[in-house]
């Protein structure tokens, strides 16, 4: 993730007033089994991820798909702003990554690697915008965890 140093100083400040709740913070989130969290599901049951929020879910079934969202936060975006998205699928699989806007749409995205169970995606990110990321099956599924980071 690129700042610039008006954004840095900010977060910097931010981080030391808010310690721990500081966006940046690394974090383990875990997937709430119960949660309807496909695409279809209401959104109140996907979990917002944010930069250095480590996902950490499982794939329960050939039809189980994990969606989360992710609103970049507004004192991130600026020129070239951007979110590398990170999948590590369990040691062997290769899980898909899905990156849509609330709609549904098409978001524009760059492979940086896609290799054995790591992909990593970058998107551009704009202000006041909700990306969904959505975790799916490959051709087979583990009863091991994936973990998904956006950086
Ligand atoms: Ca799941
Ligand atoms: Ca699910």
Known sequence: MKFKKITL???AVSALAFGAQSAFAQYDVNENPNANNSWQGPASDKVALNYGVH???TLSSSSDEDWSTFTPPNNTIGPGSYADITLVSPPGYSYNLAITDSNGGYVAKTWLQDSGNVAVVRIYTEANRTYWIGVTPGS????????????
């Open 140 to 151: 087979s599924i583990s009863t091991w965890n994936y973990q998904l980071t956006i950086n």
């Open 55 to 57: 996902f950490v879910g």
């Open 9 to 11: 100083v900010l977060a």
